[in-house]
């Protein structure tokens, strides 16, 4: 099956600077990989999405760049606030395939002020 | 969001209970999933079902159990055989259809022992 792993666990960023969280993934049938927002106690929430025929994808402070052929995928935020303060969880899926996620283990950021 | 609805938000669980926690949909998905998230920890599986009266177990099975008798509804049940149960459970629902596949999950359900 798929395997997800996700890097660093723990970000710590001043407020303004940029933070970058990886991950991996090991089945090459995985197609579209969703970075999910989870504030706490909260659900989480899809803030971006990517299609492996795409090697990036923008949303004002949010992009996500995939390389298939290293099979790894990154979430870039950048002019970190406050408010970015989360649990953040890359997720993979074999879309037209079995469909079922397997998520990342999630990275905890935490942007001072 | 809107379209998948868990509850009840809060739930304590006496020894030796089973409690179930309930999750509807009206997106007309077709997937439906239950995860566990213990503090500080990432999303583990604990069941799914991808069509009307069949579910799959997923990766922490043990001391739960589900049904799927309706495409809207994927109630949870924890019983008295999982002897850990507080947490955080999340349900979420899914189409199965290329282009359209996102994940949506409910509002959680937080449950612990009394």
């Known amino acids: 099956g798929e395997n997800v792993e996700q890097h660093p666990s723990t970000l710590s960023v001043q407020e303004g600077d940029s933070a970058v969280i990886k991950c991996t993934y090991s089945d090459s049938a995985s197609n579209y990989f969703p970075w999910y927002k989870q504030e706490l106690g909260k659900r989480p929430q899809l803030i971006i999405d990517i299609r492996s025929n795409v090697g990036e994808k923008k949303d004002q402070r949010i992009a996500v760049t995939l390389n298939k052929t290293a099979k790894h995928f990154s979430l870039h935020i950048t002019e970190t606030q406050p408010e970015d303060s989360a649990v953040y969880f890359c997720?993979?899926?074999?879309?037209?395939?079995?469909?079922?996620?397997?998520f990342g283990r999630g990275t905890s950021l935490i942007v001072h002020p | 969001d809107g379209g998948i609805t868990q509850s009840p938000k809060y739930l304590f669980r006496k020894e030796g209970q089973n409690v179930t926690l309930s999750c509807e949909q009206n997106?007309?998905?077709?997937?439906m999933y239950w995860y566990r998230q213990d503090p500080g920890q990432g999303l583990r599986l604990i069941y799914y079902?991808?069509?009307?009266?069949?579910?799959q177990k997923g990766d922490i099975a043990e001391g739960y159990s589900v049904s799927r008798e309706k495409k809207e509804s994927f109630p949870l049940t924890v019983t008295s055989a999982q002897k850990n149960p507080t947490a955080f459970y999340l349900c979420?629902?899914?189409?199965?259809?290329?282009?359209?596949?996102?994940?949506?999950f409910g509002s959680g359900t937080q449950l612990s022992v009394l």
């Open positions: 979420a629902s899914q189409h199965y259809q290329e282009g359209n596949e996102k994940l949506f």
């Open positions: 079902s991808q069509i009307v009266n069949d579910f």
């Open positions: 997106l007309n998905h077709d997937a």
């Open positions: 997720a993979a899926l074999s879309s037209g395939g079995s469909y079922i996620p397997t």
